[in-house]
């Protein structure tokens, strides 16, 4: 009896396609203001049948950077690309300048470089791996600016501050997230203040390298909330704070049949 109630528990708490893809493309962030496309209403509208599943993203603007662009699409291609049984996925970018050039490299499997010939000055690891450092440097920073607004760090004492010595939180869970991320590690005794290669910093360093980061994590943060604005001026349903994206589920086969 129990082996047939684990059983249908199992059954009964399986995710459904939709469930599944939804939190497939939370995975996915924008990388140049670190946060899931979901959370920014990039998703414009989610379509599955029999085939697979059709996915449309929007951005703020027609001719937001088509590096990371290209690079938000291609992450969802692979995320979506991972759930079992999903089928043909299909990610389509809307209403952006480069949206012919970008599906076609996205449905072709073409790549960074594929995609966009001798326009792709970095190949897309090398382009990711800016958008994490990027990601990376902010959250160090907020790291470092609570320690310090909560009296537990000074400013002569910040560039000694370890890992061990952030409190446990949503900001410490998203700076070790970023430190693995760019493939430091995460050893209590690191040294949460580091350079690009995630070296410790001499005294003379430090508060070069945090105004530094304090400009980086203030970017991201302006940039999201002018993203933001400018999405909810586009679309009619960009300001609405519980609106998701368009769902149309018609398959009737696998899971969604029984």
Do not use: W
Not at 3 to 27: G, I, Y
Not at 163 to 179: C, E, I, W, Y
């Amino acid at each position: 009896m129990t082996l047939l109630a684990d059983q249908d528990r199992r059954v009964t708490t399986r995710p459904s396609v939709e469930e599944a893809v939804l939190a497939a493309l939370d995975t996915v962030i924008d990388p140049e203001l670190d946060e899931p496309i979901t959370d920014l209403k990039f998703v414009r509208s989610v379509d599955i049948d029999d085939a697979g599943v059709s996915v449309h993203l929007r951005l703020p603007t027609s001719f937001c950077s088509p590096n990371f662009a290209y690079l938000m699409a291609s992450d969802a291609l692979d995320a979506l690309e991972d759930i079992d049984d999903i089928g043909q996925v299909r990610v389509y970018l809307d209403d952006h300048h480069d949206s012919d050039k970008i599906n076609a490299g996205l449905a072709a499997h073409a790549g960074y470089r594929g995609t966009f010939g001798g326009e792709a000055e970095k190949g897309l690891d090398q382009l990711r791996m800016t958008f994490l450092r990027k990601a990376h440097t902010a959250a160090m920073e907020r790291c470092l600016s609570a320690l310090v607004a909560s009296g537990a760090a000074t400013p002569t004492t910040i560039g000694r501050v370890l890992l061990r010595d952030v409190p446990s939180g949503r900001q410490k869970t998203a700076l070790m997230r970023r430190r693995v991320a760019i493939g430091l590690g995460v050893c209590p005794n690191s040294r949460v203040l580091v350079d690009e290669e995630g070296k410790a910093l001499c005294a003379e360093q430090v508060p070069m390298r945090l105004r530094f980061a304090r400009s980086v994590r203030i970017s991201m943060e302006g940039n999201a909330h002018f993203c933001r604005g400018l999405l909810a001026t586009r679309y009619a349903d960009g300001d609405d704070p519980v609106a998701g994206p368009r769902i149309t589920n018609t398959r009737i086969t696998g899971q969604e049949k029984s």
